[in-house]
């Protein structure tokens, strides 16, 4: 069932993605309110990462398009926001949290342009949100898993923008960190920002979102999550057998052959 | 024997030959430093070494199209062999099965090999113009001249300010790419910057040091700077610091003694760096970890002997009795030395009183043995609460942990098990 919307924050529009030929995004298709928080929901490898660069212009699309607030994300960059997984940098990195933070400040019209005192008040405003405003001189490299996400979100947050994705956020923080970053998530959302949040823990979708997009490869559901998270779509979504979608795309990997018969 | 006389002509740069040649290799070692940083945090170090061999064959065919040897058509040369190598490494990572470490050990041979090749046949066709072309495979910095010099001197001063006006956007991308690229940066241009810079880096370098070391220049500086600091403004300019001493020392050395070669000079300098850098480094070097490790050794040590007078004194109902030294070792088996020694370092913290050969616990002694008692037994109450571990397999865990847990872990235990009164063996647990 997908659920499509008037308005919406994000459209994509028959978005499919190959790697190496493999289809890992499969003709995805919907629409997503404005000032909701979102989950996205589906097993290991399909495709909730890509799905969320490629939103990001960080891989490129086979077909379909991305729409951000009705226009392309080159037209809108400023007003989007992205945290990738925390996993994804090397936190040996010689950098204090506050500049980390910074990063979000970066003007990328002017690359010569140092950071302001209005930036850092920014950025130190940020870090008080998070709750790490104690640790601005800290090493990256001394940071637990739950301030390294805490920091990411900082980072994002400096950025002030209206459509946020993060890629597991949740992932292997300690339940304090948890709370802290719902709790803002929340109070993000009341003032409007669209939130979209890849997430893992099955236990806490109801509590913690609006709306879901359920995703393997193909989109499974997109809907407030009432009306989806039932045990139909999460059975279609995590069930174990290779479903014939599946089979299809390692065919089409095995034979090099293209899903379009046009590029 | 070094001649104080060179020593101060050296270093004074009385000689304009010197002069020249100094200032030359500072200002290029120090470039590519500066450069190495970035290669080095974006993970392309062996990158550079594979750069700096397919530079070889770029030298050559630039001689022998033109048959002279201009610093610039040769540098020319060698910049696009070498630029042309990163480019299909990058291809072949992208576009085949092979991994890019393969891909890069490919390229590196490859063009070497086609490099020595075109190399020895120049030398061997009888042009009398050849003669010095070897300085690229080994350096040769002795033989630099003027012009040399003013082409170093341009790269080396242009790569440092690219690198200082493109300073933040650099960060970014080597902390994150992803995000820099999802935050606009436009990093495909970023990054073929940051490639031309570090194949200049590397073709300016080369004619000192050789297709053979300049990885060393490239990389060592900044690996040597990553061990003394956790900001990477000041890695930059100590990576350029170390770059820059390191080559007035090579040339030092080729100056003093004449047959010496610059370049291995110039690197074998690095080296040592590096090495003092691994050992004493302040962020993670080997004497900083043997440091901490001793002080936790005598940390627990005193920390057992305070708590050993705290069970003395549990025992006999009083803490202010003094012991003497058999009385101790009746009560814990310590090393005799090591006994000593812990009880000279408490009373010299007045954490003990000597009276006579005997020593008695201060009230702040007391109120420490009595810390480091009640962690023991709270974190023994823990263990078998939380862990279910059986009471007689907690006192290990509890005789290793106590020595580490700190005050608010300490609050935290205590709120957690709602302040108990006894520990799994029914022993009463001390509070404040």
């Known amino acids: 069932m997908i659920q499509q919307v008037e308005n919406p924050a994000l459209e994509l529009h028959n978005v499919t993605v190959t790697y190496s030929q493999k289809p890992v995004l499969w003709n995805i298709d919907y629409t997503l309110p404005a000032g909701k928080l979102v989950g996205v929901i589906g097993p290991n ?14 891989i490129a699309l086979n077909s379909g398009y ?7 994300l080159s037209e809108l960059r400023h007003r989007v926001s992205y945290v990738p997984q925390r996993g994804s940098v090397d936190w040996d990195f010689p950098a204090s949290v506050l500049d980390i933070v910074l990063m979000g400040r970066l003007k990328t019209h002017n690359l010569f342009k140092r950071f302001s005192k209005e930036d850092k008040e920014i950025a130190l405003e940020c870090l008080k949100k998070v709750k790490m405003d104690h640790f601005i001189k800290r090493q990256i490299s001394e940071l637990s898993g739950g301030q390294q996400q805490r920091v990411f979100l900082a980072r994002s947050l400096a950025q002030e923008a209206d459509l946020y994705l993060m890629d597991e956020p949740f992932a292997g923080v300690d339940a304090a960190t948890e709370n802290a970053i719902i709790e803002l998530l929340k109070e993000m959302r009341t003032q409007g920002k669209t939130i979209l949040v890849v997430h893992h823990d099955l236990q806490t979708v109801r509590e913690y979102f609006d709306w879901l997009l359920m995703l393997n490869t193909r989109l499974v559901a997109s809907g407030t999550t009432e009306q989806v998270f039932t045990p139909n779509f999460l059975y279609e979504t995590y069930g174990g057998k290779l479903s014939i979608l599946a089979q299809v795309g390692e065919l089409v990997k095995e034979k090099s052959h293209p899903l379009r018969e046009k590029f | 024997m070094i001649d104080v006389q060179d020593l101060i002509d050296f270093f004074l740069l009385r000689d304009p030959n010197v002069r020249w040649v100094v200032l030359g290799i500072m200002l290029m070692s120090a470039a590519s430093a500066v450069v190495g940083v970035f290669a080095y945090l974006r993970k392309r170090a062996l990158v550079g070494d594979a750069v700096s061999h397919a530079i070889l064959p770029g030298v050559c065919v630039a001689f022998l199209v033109t048959g002279i040897k201009n610093p610039w058509i040769l540098l020319g040369g060698a910049f696009l062999s070498g630029y042309f190598s990163l480019w299909c490494i990058n291809l072949i990572s992208k576009h085949s099965r092979i991994k890019p470490d393969t891909a890069i050990a490919l390229i590196l041979s490859v063009f070497y090999g086609v490099g020595i090749l075109l190399l020895t046949s120049i030398q061997n066709s009888g042009n009398a113009n050849q003669s010095g072309l070897d300085k690229f495979l080994f350096g040769k910095a002795a033989a630099l001249v003027y012009d040399d010099v003013l082409v170093f001197s341009f790269f080396g ?9 493109l300073f933040i956007p650099f960060k970014v991308m080597a ?10 940066l436009p990093v495909n241009a970023l990054d073929t910057v940051l490639s031309v810079m570090t194949v200049l880096a590397i073709t300016i370098g080369i004619q000192t040091v050789g297709v053979v070391l ?7 500086p900044a690996a040597s700077a990553r061990y003394w600091t956790h900001n990477l403004r000041i890695m930059v300019i100590l990576a350029a610091a170390i770059g820059a001493f390191s080559g007035i020392l090579g040339a030092f050395v080729s100056y003093e003694w004449a047959k010496m070669p610059t370049g291995p000079w110039v690197v074998t300098f690095l080296s040592l760096i590096a090495v003092v850098s691994v050992l004493f480094g302040t962020h993670k070097g080997v004497w900083a970890k043997l440091r901490q490790l001793h002080r936790n050794r005598l940390k627990m040590l005193e920390e057992n002997i305070l708590k050993c007078f705290y069970h003395l004194g549990e025992q006999d109902h009083s803490f202010t009795i003094a012991r003497s030294l058999e009385e101790i070792q009746e009560k814990r ?3 005799l030395r090591q006994l000593k020694k812990g009880l000279k370092r408490l009373t010299r913290k007045k954490l003990l009183l000597l009276h006579a050969d005997k020593y008695a616990l201060t009230d702040q002694g007391m109120e420490e043995g009595k810390r480091v008692t009640r962690i023991h037994r709270l974190w023994e109450l823990y263990l078998t609460k939380h862990l279910h571990l059986a009471s007689d397999h907690v006192h290990e865990d509890a005789e290793a942990i106590e020595h ?7 609050r935290e235990l205590e709120v957690h098990l709602n302040f108990p009164r006894t520990d799994p063996h029914q022993t009463p647990i001390p509070y404040k």
């Open chain 1, 45 to 58: 490898g399909s495709g909730k990462t890509t799905m969320i660069k490629s939103i990001m212009g960080l």
């Open chain 1, 66 to 72: 991305v729409k951000i607030f009705n226009k392309n």
């Open chain 2, 157 to 165: 001063v242009l790569l440092i300010l690219v690198v200082m006006l």
């Open chain 2, 175 to 184: 902390f994150d790419r992803d995000f820099a690229q999802s935050s606009g």
């Open chain 2, 214 to 220: 300049m990885a060393a220049l490239l990389i060592t």
């Open chain 2, 333 to 335: 088996l310590f090393e």
């Open chain 2, 404 to 410: 580490i847990i700190t005050p608010e872990i300490e």
